[in-house]
């Protein structure tokens, strides 16, 4: 009983080593995170912008998705990693999609290679037309007249909002609505 209100007093002042005052050790096994995760955070926003998936990383640490997944809700500068990773990869191809979608010029070059030297080189001023696959794809996303009119999806998520309210206020309490 007394270890526990230790404990109790330990965690409320937020101690986390052992502190001589306490004469208390913390519970459980000491985190890996300094020494499997912190080393490598560089490395992981770079692996996260390189499109790798939290599996691939978590395989190149060698540690489990679970102990991944705790080390992100704990440490701040992990999942600042992982986002500044991935926003750098969503704007490239953000930009990629707006490109494609408004048409661009690029150069093209066509020669002759003779004895491993390029000769006769021509350069060409190309056209890359509008997509307009990609061009509607941008406007359901960024504009609301443009979005999709699915009706029945809407009708059962609807449905669903009423249903959770009734379930909310038969179990008189407030229930989040998604």
Known sequence: MRTQLRLDVREAAGISQYDERLNVMPAGRK????????PFLPKIKEWSAS??????????????????????NKHLELTDALRTGRQNVVLEIKAALFKKATGF??????????????????????????DPVAAAMLLRNYDKEW??????TSDLKQQEMELRKAIAEANNFDLELK
């Open 31 to 38: 985190s890996k995170y300094e020494q499997y995760v912190k």
């Open 51 to 72: 499109g790798a998936t939290e599996k691939e990383i978590c395989t190149a640490l060698g540690i489990a998705v679970s102990t991944f997944n705790d080390y992100k």
């Open 105 to 130: 010029q690029y150069e093209e070059r066509k020669g002759v290679r003779r004895n491993g030297e390029l000769t006769n080189v021509e350069v060409y001023q190309r056209y890359c037309l509008p």
């Open 147 to 152: 979005r999709d009119k699915d009706t029945i």
